[in-house]
């Protein structure tokens, strides 16, 4: 599995959540919601610093951003596509293969 963050995506990060290099964003499985992928499961993220070794990981503009090994069945063997809606103005999250 990898994990691609948009542009329009780290900006949001960067201007609405404030991070900034060195900061670590983990993506965890929530057991409520639904996503396209896994019913009665959607993704969440919060600011966190915990990468274990055998996490899942992809860094830009200083920022990295992380699954832990533990919550890869989610993904089903698919890549996580992080991007930006202007509509709803948030990040979004596709599955792609």
């Known amino acids: 599995m990898n994990i691609t963050v948009t542009d329009a ?15 670590m964003v983990k993506f965890y ?3 409520y919601g639904t996503s396209t992928i896994q019913e009665n499961y959607s993704l969440g993220f919060e600011i966190d610093s915990d990468i274990k070794s055998d996490s899942v990981s992809t860094e830009k503009d200083g920022i990295t951003f992380y699954v832990y090994e533990e919550d ?6 698919k890549n996580l596509l992080v991007d930006y809606d202007d509509d709803k ?7 792609v293969d």
């Open 9 to 23: 995506a780290i900006n949001w990060f960067k201007e609405d959540v404030q991070l900034s290099e060195g900061d």
């Open 29 to 31: 499985v929530r057991i």
């Open 72 to 77: 890869l069945w989610f993904f089903k063997d």
């Open 89 to 95: 103005d948030e990040v979004v999250f596709d599955y």
